[in-house]
């Protein structure tokens, strides 16, 4: 009887909670039906245009509702003179929970550290004092540099070449999407998967 | 001993079922996945409104399948290589502007996940004047006469008024 009252409990608590799951770089249901890799480079102007046009009514659409599961992976590229500092910082900020403001951050401020290169500047308001001393603290963490370099290296092995790329997963297929895509089209190929 | 004109037949004949086989492979990788994989990279060229980019998403790769079944058959050579090589004017021709102007978009040829580059520039240059050649000979060449038939001797002989 008691096993009961928790098993009831514990399901009522799952079906009660929030589908985004609040960690890391992942956003949505891990148990949705299409799971979206996005390999980005802050520094890249279409990964820019990625993030302020297709990324809002993708969330609103499909990762909200659970529909879709989005992995953020780091895939910054050698022409780019400060991407990798700014991938190691915005990994930084996902220790602390803050990875999708510092994320906005970047890329709402991109021109600005693109030319200054002075990165943090740009992310300070997205922190708090405390959050602020832990990611410059986490920024020279191995672990975090490490971080970057295996996003790096698993979009080599999906043979991504350029950025954004969007692997969208289904099942045992994969559908590698570059540049920003119509989003017309983009909305009609998630619905037909998700079904 | 081979004589030159039938090593020439027989490196049309390959060309022939060579490019054939691409255009029936290229077809097959699109058909396979849902059209919209193919209108993403059509419209990446920002060539065409979305109305023609659905329209063409929707029926190039059929016109590349039959396209190719007819090279590869050997089936109305002049209308499959005119088709073919106008094709492939067309996908080279969109290829060079965008790599031209800087764009790193997908070529869109088999599927998605293929940026344009030098290679991809290079395989379609290729194609292309492989295709070229094929015209030129297929309109070169007299089209063979009607077979023979106790039917058409019938229509062809004299008949007086």
Known sequence: MRLSAILLLLLAFTLAAPSRVDTAKTFGNPAAPITLELFSDYQCPACRAFHMQILPPLMREFVFPGRAYLVYKEFPLNQHSHAKEAATYAVA?????????????????????????????????????????????????PSVISEVDQDVQEGMLERVNETPTMIIIRGQKKYPIAGPPNYTFLRSLLNDLAK | MTSPSKILKIVLFLLRVGIGGVFVYAAWIKLREPWMLFAISIDAY????????????????????????????????????????????????????????????????????????????????????GSLLLTVIAFRRPRKPEPLTAENLAESSYRPA
């Open chain 1, 93 to 141: 900020a996902a220790r602390v929970g803050k990875y999708e403001q510092v994320g906005d951050a970047l890329f709402q401020n991109q021109n600005t550290w693109e030319a200054s290169g002075k990165i943090f500047d740009s992310i300070a308001s997205a922190l708090t004092p405390a959050e602020q001393k832990k990611v410059q603290a986490l920024v020279k963490d």
């Open chain 2, 46 to 129: 920002h060539l065409l409104p979305e109305w023609a980019v659905t329209v063409v998403a929707r029926t190039l790769p059929w016109v590349e399948l039959a396209a190719g079944l007819l090279l590869i058959a050997g089936r109305w050579k002049r209308v499959s290589t005119v088709s073919v090589s106008a094709l492939l004017a067309l996908f080279f021709a969109m290829m060079v502007r965008a790599y031209a102007r800087g764009e790193a978009i997908d070529c869109g040829c088999f599927g998605p996940g293929e940026a344009i580059s030098p290679w991809t520039l290079l395989r379609d240059g290729s194609l292309l004047g």
